[in-house]
Each structure stands twice: as C-alpha cells, then as structure tokens.
C-alpha cells in the first residue's frame, strides 16, 4: 500500500495512514477503503476527498448525526484544518473512480465505498450522502420515479457530493450520473430500498420475524445456545431487520456491481436463496422454487464471493459464475430441513457453494481425477481462508463438505461473512458424518459447528 500523491508532505501522509481515528468499520474494510483512498488522494482533489474520507466514517460511526454537517477537521489529522472545496472547473478532468456513501442509520452499517454499477440496500425515508470520488468527477441524479415514491434529492454543498432519503416504497432504483463532457458511460449506482421486518418477543428471549405480512419464524436467543462462541458473540445474532426480496424484475440483477471482464459472475438476486430439492422415494427433484422470495442482503457476504471467485481465477480455476445452492434461510424453513440453531444462513451472510460450468448440479470435478470428492473443493476453501489472512474480505465461517452419492452434489464449501474466523470439514457416508481438520493449527480460526 503505498500513499504516493501529489501535493501532500510526507508528514502528512504518514499522519493519514497511521494517526487518523479510523472507526471498526474501516479497519474491517481497510484494504478496500484505502484502495478507493490511494486513487483518491492522486492529484489537487485528494486534500479535499481524504477529509471526506475521514468525514464519512465519523457519520456512519456516529450515531443520527445529521448528514448535512461535514465536521471531518475536528478529527483528522493535526496537519489539516479546513477541507478543500474544489471548484467543478478544477476538478472537472479527474476520471470518476467510486462512490463514497455514508447513511446516516443508527446500529447499521450501510457506509462504505461503492463502484460504478454498485448496489447499495438501504432501509426506507433514510438520509444518505453520496460523494463522487475524486470530488466532482460525477454528479448522481435520483433515479426515474425517485420522487414520485417518496424519495428526496438534494445538491450538496459542493458538486458531486449529493444528498438523498430514499423513498418510502421498497424495490430498486437505479441512478446514473450527469453523462461526462468527454462521453462515454456515466458512472451509476443502484439503490434497494429495503422492507422493515415486524419483530415480536417471545417469551424465552427469541425474537418472531415477519416481513410484509409473511413470518419468517423465530430467531433464537444466542444466550440460550449450548456453542460458547455464539453465547459470547450475541451482537453477531441478531435478528435481521431489513429484508430484500426477489421478483422477475430483479431476478437476474447482480448483488454488487458487475464483474470484470474475465471474471466470474458477480451472484445475483436470484441466487440469494437457493431452490428447494424435492424427492421422490429417494430420487432427487430439481425444482426452481424458493421457500421464500425474502432474504438478509450481506453486502460483506457478496464482496465476499467476489474476491473468492477473482483469487481463484488469478491461480487458473476459470468459471462463468458461482452455483449456490444454500443462500438465505428464513428460521422457520433452516428448522425444517435440520439446520444449525444458529446457522449463518438465517442471517443472509452465508452461501453454499460449488463450481458447476457443466451444469449438472454436482461439483465440477476441478482436479481431473474421475471423482468428486473434497479435494475439488479443497482449493475454494484454501484460497478464501487465504484471504481472510490477508485482511482482503470479512472473516467467517469456512466448512468444506463431502457428501458421497449421485442424488449429491459431492462436495461443496459453506462461506459465510459473520465477522469471526470459524472452520470445519465434515465427510458424509450414510448417515455418519464424520469430522476432518483441512485446515493448518496456525490459522486462527476455531472448530465450530454453527454451520
Ligand atoms: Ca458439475
Ligand atoms: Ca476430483
């Protein structure tokens, strides 16, 4: 990581990399934040955006702080006392790199840097700023019928840097930017108003979850759980509360920003929650239902997946897309097919995973031996364990399976988001299920069955 930019002492770099208050959310996306922070901080723009930077963390950080207010000098660097405002003719040439997005939502972090094509959820008639990146590259507008369902827009105070409340009424609206005086595409954003889940106490400390009228079940108290680390960890157990849902009209659009050319598919909508199998005697139904249309959008879960899928390009493995075949499950239905009590799936940040370019609903047979087996696997695994090392995406869950029989898919990878290292690999013949470690001692990550 390197902080070679114009116009700024050393001093005062060394300052902004090591001395500025950085709230958990940063240091959780560090690598991402300081990759928009290093195109940021190229050129006569980087005073003011790196201010902004650091004025974005503080809204996300601070509780119902009014997002008109931009207060970042009080808490940055000693060596800088005002923000820059950069005039559009000034800045008018710097190339559009990122949105930096700070929602003002108490409990809920929605802040963060996003890409041209990016999809950000939201809850509804919520404040938030978007910040182009460099300051004046791009100029967002709302989105067609923004207004007419409740949304707001204002000019910020400076160009590029736009405030809006999204609207009342759930669903996705994609906005585009002023076209750019050079041509070309406008860079864009996508924003997906979330639906606000009842939630209802019950009494052994639970919680009872419906959206729109439609139970999801009950989220279990994490204190009343026999695993020691969901006991200890109860604010990584909390109930959801804003859901997404899946129609026709959103079905095929991407979770995040659509992949690089080259690179594996970014997940969509469609493959939030997985299709049910149904069976007859003991022959495998393929169906293309869902046991809901509503999920726990994971924005971690989803970056996640994508860096996984780019990793494993850079190293040879090619593939046109992920094939999920477990992503959200509402509580209700994770008990009825005899999920963990407290599995990352009714949480929405996890997914199971498999590479199947042939499109027979078994994992692929990645290391060419006639078989499907954990060793097909064992590379996803390895390679988003490696990652997690490397501070490129969220720590979570990581569990390789082996499942022996043709109605299986053979073998897959469980990848979730939670925020804490968890890994296990467990084999199933028959009915035993039988524990492996593939994992080496020195990965900080403990056994743990809250698959
Ligand atoms: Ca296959
Ligand atoms: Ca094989």
């Known amino acids: 990581m390197r902080f070679s930019c114009h116009g700024l002492a050393d001093n005062v770099i060394t300052e902004l990399r090591e001395n500025l208050p950085w709230p958990a959310a940063f240091r959780r996306n ?83 840097a996003y890409e041209s094509g990016d999809l950000l959820f939201i809850p509804p008639r919520t404040a938030f700023k978007v910040t182009a990146s460099p300051i004046g590259s791009a100029t967002l507008r709302p989105a067609p019928g923004w207004l007419a369902a409740g949304g707001r827009w204002s000019e910020g105070r400076i160009p590029g840097e736009d405030v809006f409340e999204s609207p009342s009424k759930a669903g996705l609206y994609a906005m585009e930017s002023v076209p750019p005086k050079e041509g070309g595409t406008p860079p864009s954003l996508r924003v997906f108003v979330m639906l606000e889940a009842n939630m209802s106490r019950e009494p052994k400390g639970g919680t009872k979850v419906s959206v729109a009228g439609k139970s999801l079940g009950a989220y279990l108290n994490p204190a009343s759980s026999g695993i020691v680390k969901v ?93 999920v075949n477990s992503g959200f499950r509402s509580p209700l239905y994770n008990a009825s097919i005899g999920g963990a009590a407290f599995s990352r799936h009714c949480y929405g940040d996890a997914a199971d995973i498999i590479i199947d370019e042939d499109g027979d609903r078994r994992m692929d047979d990645l290391n060419g031996d006639g078989r499907v087996d954990k060793n097909d696997v064992l590379a996803i695994a390895e390679t ?68």
């Open 231 to 323: 006991r200890d960890n109860p604010q990584l157990y909390k109930p959801p509360r804003f859901f997404a849902f899946i129609d026709t009209a959103v079905e095929n659009e991407p979770l995040i920003a659509p992949s690089a050319e080259g690179m594996p598919r970014s997940i969509s909508f469609g493959q939030a929650i997985g299709f049910i199998d149904r069976y007859e005697g003991s022959r495998k139904i393929h169906t293309t239902e869902r046991h809901t249309n509503l999920f726990a959008p994971s924005r971690p879960l989803y970056l996640k997946l994508a860096r996984l899928g780019e990793a494993l390009a850079r190293q040879g493995i090619r593939f046109r897309a992920w094939a």
């Open 384 to 451: 988003c364990r490696r990652l997690e090392l490397e501070g490129l995406v969220k720590p979570g869950g990581i569990g390789v399976y082996e499942c022996k029989g043709d109605q299986s898919v053979g073998a897959f990878v469980h990848v979730d988001a939670r925020g804490l290292p968890a890994r296990w690999g467990y084999a199933f013949e028959g009915r035993r299920k039988i524990f492996f470690r593939w994992w080496p001692k020195s990965d900080p990550g403990d056994v743990d069955e809250s698959e």
């Open 30 to 112: 560090r690598n991402a934040w300081l990759a928009s922070g290093i195109l940021i901080v190229s050129g006569m723009a980087g005073y003011a955006s790196v201010l902004l930077i650091a004025g974005s963390s503080h809204a996300s950080a601070g509780a119902g702080k009014s997002l008109g207010a931009t207060a970042p000098a009080a808490r940055s660097s000693s060596c800088i006392s005002e923000p820059a405002p950069a005039s559009a003719s000034s800045v008018a040439a710097f190339r559009f790199e990122s949105w930096i997005v700070s929602v003002a939502s108490p409990g809920e972090d929605f802040s963060g």
